[in-house]
C-alpha cells in the first residue's frame, strides 16, 4: 500500500511538474484528487488494510493529498507569474525609442498670404472690418455706382438668390457699409470670399477671395494711394519692386487704375513668369467716386478717398510661383505641406 501510493505521489508531481497550462493542472487534480482519482481510490479501499494499519495508512494518504494539492497551487501562481511576465513584456515601450514626428496643420498659401496683407496694413493704422458673403444687390451694385441695367453687372457673372439679394461678386460692397457707418475718418481693409458663376480652370473659381481696402478723409488725394500701394507691393514683393498705375475703369472710383508690379522674379527684364513684359498687375484701384460718396451719406465737398481691390489667391500664386489656382482648392496635403 505505501509503495502504491509513493508510486502515486511520485507520478502526480512528475506530471504537475511537467505541466505548462492551468487547464493541464486541473485535468491532473482531477485525476488524483477528483471523486474517481486515484488517490480517492486509494481512501476507498481502505477496507482491505487491516484495522491496526488504517490510522497511519489514511495519515499517509492525507499527507500526499496535502502534497499534491500544495504542489498544484504553487504551480498554478507560478504559470500565472509567468503569464504575467509575458504580457509585461509585450506591452513594454522603450522610452529612449526616438518620437514618431506627430503631423500637425499647415497654413494654407491663402491665410499665409493674407496674414502678410493684413499685416502690411495693420502696420499702416488700418483696420480689419468685414461683411457678409450674401448681400443685397443695392450693396454689391446700386450703392458702387453700379446702376440696374449696367454692364458691369454682366461682367461679374453673378449668382442670384432672388432679384435683390446675391452672392457678393466682390468685397466692395464693405465700402458701402463702412461708410454708412458714419464713424470717419476711414482706414479699413476687409478681407473675405466672393463668389462668380465662372469655370474651373487654372485662373478661374467661382469662388475666391478678395482684400478690399478704403481710406475716407479730408484732404487725401491720388498721391496718398499711390504712396500706399507702392508701400505695399514693396513689402509684399520686396524693396526693389515697382509700381505702375494704368488708367483703368471701375463704376465706383474715378479716376480708376489698375496697377502692375515689376516682376520680382526677373527684376522687370522680362521673363516667362511676366510673359516678357517685367510686369505683373496685381490689384484695381482709385479715388473712391463721389456719388458713391453720397450715396453712403459722405460729403465729396468734405471728404475725399481711396479704394483697392486685390485678389488673394492671385498673390498666393505669385508669391509661391503656383501656376494652377485649383491647388489652392483641391486640400492635397502633400501640395499644403510645402507652405
Ligand atoms: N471690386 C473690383 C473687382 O472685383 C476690384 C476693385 C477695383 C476694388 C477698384 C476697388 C477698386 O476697391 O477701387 O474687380
Given at each position: 500500500?505505501?509503495?502504491?501510493?509513493?508510486?502515486?505521489?511520485?507520478?502526480?508531481?512528475?506530471?504537475?511538474?511537467?505541466?505548462?497550462?492551468?487547464?493541464?493542472?486541473?485535468?491532473?487534480?482531477?485525476?488524483?484528487?477528483?471523486?474517481?482519482?486515484?488517490?480517492?481510490?486509494?481512501?476507498?479501499?481502505?477496507?482491505?488494510?487491516?484495522?491496526?494499519?488504517?490510522?497511519?495508512?489514511?495519515?499517509?494518504?492525507?499527507?500526499?493529498?496535502?502534497?499534491?494539492?500544495?504542489?498544484?497551487?504553487?504551480?498554478?501562481?507560478e504559470?500565472?507569474?509567468?503569464?504575467?511576465?509575458?504580457?509585461?513584456?509585450?506591452?513594454?515601450?522603450?522610452?529612449?525609442?526616438?518620437?514618431?514626428?506627430?503631423?500637425?496643420?499647415?497654413?494654407?498659401?491663402?491665410?499665409?498670404?493674407?496674414?502678410?496683407?493684413?499685416?502690411?496694413?495693420?502696420?499702416?493704422?488700418?483696420?480689419?472690418?468685414?461683411?457678409?458673403?450674401?448681400?443685397?444687390?443695392?450693396?454689391?451694385?446700386?450703392?458702387?455706382?453700379?446702376?440696374?441695367?449696367?454692364?458691369?453687372?454682366?461682367?461679374?457673372?453673378?449668382?442670384?438668390?432672388?432679384?435683390?439679394?446675391?452672392?457678393?461678386?466682390?468685397?466692395?460692397?464693405?465700402?458701402?457699409?463702412?461708410?454708412?457707418?458714419?464713424?470717419?475718418?476711414?482706414?479699413?481693409?476687409?478681407?473675405?470670399?466672393?463668389?462668380?458663376s465662372?469655370?474651373?480652370?487654372?485662373?478661374?473659381?467661382?469662388?475666391?477671395?478678395?482684400?478690399?481696402?478704403?481710406?475716407?478723409?479730408?484732404?487725401?488725394?491720388?498721391?496718398?494711394?499711390?504712396?500706399?500701394?507702392?508701400?505695399?507691393?514693396?513689402?509684399?514683393?520686396?524693396?526693389?519692386?515697382r509700381?505702375?498705375?494704368?488708367?483703368?475703369?471701375?463704376?465706383?472710383?474715378?479716376?480708376?487704375?489698375?496697377?502692375d508690379?515689376?516682376?520680382?522674379?526677373c527684376?522687370?527684364?522680362?521673363?516667362?513668369?511676366?510673359?516678357?513684359?517685367?510686369w505683373?498687375?496685381?490689384?484695381?484701384?482709385?479715388?473712391?467716386?463721389?456719388?458713391?460718396l453720397?450715396?453712403?451719406?459722405?460729403?465729396?465737398?468734405?471728404?475725399?478717398?481711396?479704394?483697392?481691390?486685390?485678389?488673394?489667391?492671385?498673390?498666393?500664386?505669385?508669391?509661391?510661383?503656383?501656376?494652377?489656382?485649383?491647388?489652392?482648392?483641391?486640400?492635397?496635403?502633400?501640395?499644403?505641406?510645402?507652405?
Amino acid at each position: 500500500m505505501r509503495e502504491k501510493l509513493e508510486k502515486i505521489k511520485a507520478e502526480a508531481l512528475g506530471q504537475i511538474e511537467a505541466s505548462d497550462g492551468l487547464e493541464k493542472l486541473n485535468e491532473i487534480r482531477v485525476a488524483y484528487l477528483g471523486k474517481k482519482g486515484q488517490l480517492t481510490s486509494v481512501l476507498k479501499s481502505m477496507k482491505d488494510v487491516a484495522p491496526e494499519d488504517r490510522p497511519k495508512v489514511g495519515q499517509l494518504v492525507n499527507e500526499a493529498r496535502e502534497l499534491i494539492e500544495n504542489r498544484l497551487e504553487e504551480t498554478r501562481k507560478e504559470l500565472a507569474r509567468r503569464a504575467r511576465e509575458i504580457q509585461l513584456k509585450k506591452e513594454v515601450i522603450d522610452v529612449t525609442l526616438p518620437a514618431k514626428k506627430a503631423n500637425i496643420g499647415h497654413s494654407h498659401p491663402n491665410t499665409i498670404a493674407l496674414e502678410e496683407v493684413e499685416r502690411i496694413f495693420i502696420g499702416m493704422g488700418y483696420e480689419v472690418v468685414e461683411g457678409p458673403e450674401i448681400e443685397l444687390d443695392e450693396y454689391n451694385f446700386t450703392k458702387l455706382n453700379i446702376p440696374p441695367n449696367h454692364p458691369a453687372k454682366d461682367e461679374q457673372d453673378t449668382f442670384y438668390i432672388n432679384k435683390d439679394i446675391v452672392l457678393r461678386t466682390q468685397t466692395s460692397p464693405v465700402q458701402a457699409r463702412t461708410m454708412e457707418k458714419g464713424k470717419l475718418p476711414i482706414r479699413m481693409i476687409s478681407p473675405g470670399r466672393v463668389f462668380r458663376s465662372d469655370e474651373v480652370d487654372a485662373t478661374h473659381s467661382p469662388s475666391f477671395h478678395q482684400v478690399e481696402g478704403l481710406v475716407i478723409d479730408k484732404h487725401i488725394t491720388f498721391a496718398d494711394l499711390k504712396g500706399t500701394l507702392a508701400e505695399f507691393a514693396r513689402e509684399l514683393f520686396g524693396e526693389e519692386t515697382r509700381v505702375k498705375f494704368r488708367p483703368h475703369h471701375f463704376p465706383f472710383t474715378e479716376p480708376s487704375a489698375e496697377v502692375d508690379v515689376s516682376c520680382f522674379k526677373c527684376g522687370g527684364k522680362g521673363c516667362r513668369f511676366c510673359k516678357g513684359s517685367g510686369w505683373i498687375e496685381i490689384l484695381g484701384c482709385g479715388m473712391v467716386h463721389p456719388h458713391v460718396l453720397e450715396m453712403c451719406g459722405i460729403d465729396p465737398q468734405e471728404y475725399t478717398g481711396f479704394a483697392f481691390g486685390v485678389g488673394l489667391e492671385r498673390i498666393a500664386l505669385l508669391k509661391y510661383e503656383i501656376d494652377d489656382m485649383r491647388l489652392l482648392y483641391e486640400n492635397d496635403i502633400r501640395f499644403l505641406k510645402q507652405f
